[in-house]
C-alpha cells in the first residue's frame, strides 16, 4: 500500500473514533441531565467497600435505614415540589473486602485529573464485579467503611463527581455513625446530581444557602442540617454534625440544582 493511501485510512479511522467518542459524550450527556427531570424514581446504587473488621450489626443497619432515606427524601422533593413521588430507589450491594479506598488524585493539573479518572475507573470496574453491581443506575455512591481507631473522635469524608455518576465516601463506621453515614452518602449523591457545596472555606453553613430553614425565628439553633452544608448550625460560630436522618432537609437552592424547583 502506498503510504498516501495509508495516511488516508489512518486519518480516516481516527476521524471514525472521534466521532463515536462525541456521540457517546452527547448521548450520555443527555441521559444525565434527564436524571434531573424526576419523572419517576431514580435507581442508585449504594456500594459498600469493608476495609478491616467492621461490624457487621453496623453494616445491616445501613441497609436496613434506606428506606427510611428513601422516606426523608420523598418528604423533602415534596417541600418543592407537588408529587407524592420518592425521588430516589436505592439497592445496596456488598459488603466486599478491598485492600484500600478509591485513589485520590496526587494533584490538581489536567494530566492528574486523566490519571485519577483511569484509576477510580479500574477500580470501580473491579468492585462492582465482586458486587454484582449491573449498569442502569442514575449513580453510584461507594461507601468505604472502616473500623474507628480507638481514639473516639470517628472521621468521614468524601469526594464526587460533580454532574456525573460516581461518589465516594469513607467512614469510620461503628453503629452511631449509620445515619450520619446515610447523610453523607446522600451529600455525595447530590454532588453528581448539580448540587456544590453550601459551606464557606472556615466549614461553617453558609447564610442563607447553607440553612435548612432560613426563615426560622429565632434563626438559631436550626431544627435540622442542609445536605450540602452539611451540619446544624447552632449558633455563634457553633455547628453540630447530624445524628439522625430526620435531621437531614434539601435547601431550596440544592433543590433548584438538582432540578426540584424551577
Ligand atoms: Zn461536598
Same mark, same amino acid.
Given at each position: 500500500?502506498?503510504?498516501?493511501?495509508?495516511?488516508? /485510512? &489512518?486519518? $480516516?479511522?481516527?476521524?471514525?473514533?472521534?466521532?463515536?467518542?462525541?456521540?457517546?459524550?452527547?448521548? +450520555?450527556?443527555?441521559?444525565?441531565?434527564?436524571?434531573? *427531570?424526576?419523572?419517576?424514581?431514580?435507581? /442508585? %446504587?449504594?456500594?459498600?467497600?469493608? !476495609?478491616? #473488621?467492621? +461490624?457487621?450489626?453496623? /453494616?445491616?443497619?445501613?441497609?436496613?435505614?434506606?428506606?427510611?432515606?428513601?422516606?426523608? @427524601? =420523598?418528604?423533602?422533593? #415534596?417541600?418543592?415540589?407537588?408529587?407524592?413521588?420518592?425521588?430516589?430507589?436505592?439497592?445496596?450491594?456488598?459488603?466486599?473486602?478491598?485492600?484500600?479506598?478509591?485513589?485520590?488524585?496526587? $494533584?490538581?493539573?489536567?494530566?492528574? @485529573?486523566?490519571?485519577?479518572?483511569?484509576? !477510580?475507573?479500574?477500580?470501580?470496574?473491579?468492585?462492582?464485579?465482586? %458486587?454484582?453491581? =449491573?449498569? =442502569?443506575? %442514575?449513580? &453510584? /455512591?461507594?461507601?468505604?467503611?472502616?473500623?474507628?481507631?480507638?481514639?473516639?473522635? @470517628?472521621?468521614?469524608?468524601?469526594?464526587? *463527581?460533580?454532574?456525573?455518576r460516581v461518589g465516594m465516601v469513607e467512614v469510620e463506621l461503628d453503629r452511631g455513625m449509620v445515619d450520619f453515614a446515610l447523610f453523607v452518602v446522600t451529600? *455525595?449523591?447530590?454532588?453528581?446530581?448539580?448540587?456544590?457545596?453550601?459551606? +464557606? %472555606?472556615? $466549614?461553617?453553613?453558609?447564610?442563607? +444557602?447553607?440553612?435548612?430553614?432560613?426563615?426560622q425565628t429565632p434563626l438559631y439553633p436550626q431544627a435540622r442540617a442542609e445536605v450540602m452544608a452539611r451540619n446544624r448550625p447552632l449558633g455563634g460560630g457553633?455547628?453540630?454534625?447530624?445524628?439522625?436522618?430526620?435531621?437531614?432537609?434539601? $435547601?431550596?437552592?440544592?433543590? &433548584? *440544582?438538582? =432540578?426540584? &424547583?424551577?
Amino acid at each position: 500500500m502506498d503510504s498516501a493511501k495509508a495516511r488516508r /485510512i &489512518r486519518v $480516516g479511522v481516527l476521524l471514525a473514533v472521534l466521532a463515536a467518542v462525541l456521540a457517546y459524550a452527547a448521548l +450520555d450527556r443527555h441521559r444525565r441531565l434527564r436524571r434531573k *427531570e424526576w419523572l419517576e424514581p431514580l435507581p /442508585i %446504587a449504594l456500594v459498600v467497600l469493608r !476495609r478491616g #473488621q467492621v +461490624d457487621d450489626d453496623a /453494616i445491616a443497619a445501613l441497609r436496613s435505614r434506606l428506606p427510611a432515606l428513601e422516606a426523608q @427524601l =420523598g418528604a423533602e422533593l #415534596q417541600r418543592h415540589r407537588a408529587t407524592a413521588m420518592r425521588p430516589f430507589s436505592f439497592v445496596f450491594h456488598g459488603p466486599v473486602d478491598v485492600a484500600a479506598g478509591a485513589p485520590l488524585p496526587d $494533584g490538581f493539573g489536567a494530566w492528574e @485529573l486523566v490519571v485519577n479518572t483511569y484509576r !477510580r475507573w479500574r477500580y470501580t470496574r473491579s468492585v462492582d464485579a465482586a %458486587a454484582g453491581v =449491573g449498569g =442502569g443506575y %442514575a449513580s &453510584r /455512591i461507594y461507601l468505604v467503611v472502616k473500623p474507628g481507631d480507638g481514639g473516639g473522635q @470517628l472521621t468521614i469524608e468524601g469526594t464526587s *463527581e460533580l454532574n456525573g455518576r460516581v461518589g465516594m465516601v469513607e467512614v469510620e463506621l461503628d453503629r452511631g455513625m449509620v445515619d450520619f453515614a446515610l447523610f453523607v452518602v446522600t451529600h *455525595e449523591l447530590l454532588h453528581t446530581l448539580g448540587a456544590s457545596d453550601k459551606y +464557606d %472555606a472556615s $466549614g461553617h453553613a453558609r447564610v442563607p +444557602d447553607g440553612l435548612a430553614d432560613p426563615t426560622q425565628t429565632p434563626l438559631y439553633p436550626q431544627a435540622r442540617a442542609e445536605v450540602m452544608a452539611r451540619n446544624r448550625p447552632l449558633g455563634g460560630g457553633v455547628e453540630k454534625p447530624p445524628s439522625r436522618l430526620s435531621e437531614l432537609a434539601v $435547601g431550596e437552592l440544592t433543590a &433548584r *440544582e438538582i =432540578g426540584w &424547583r424551577k
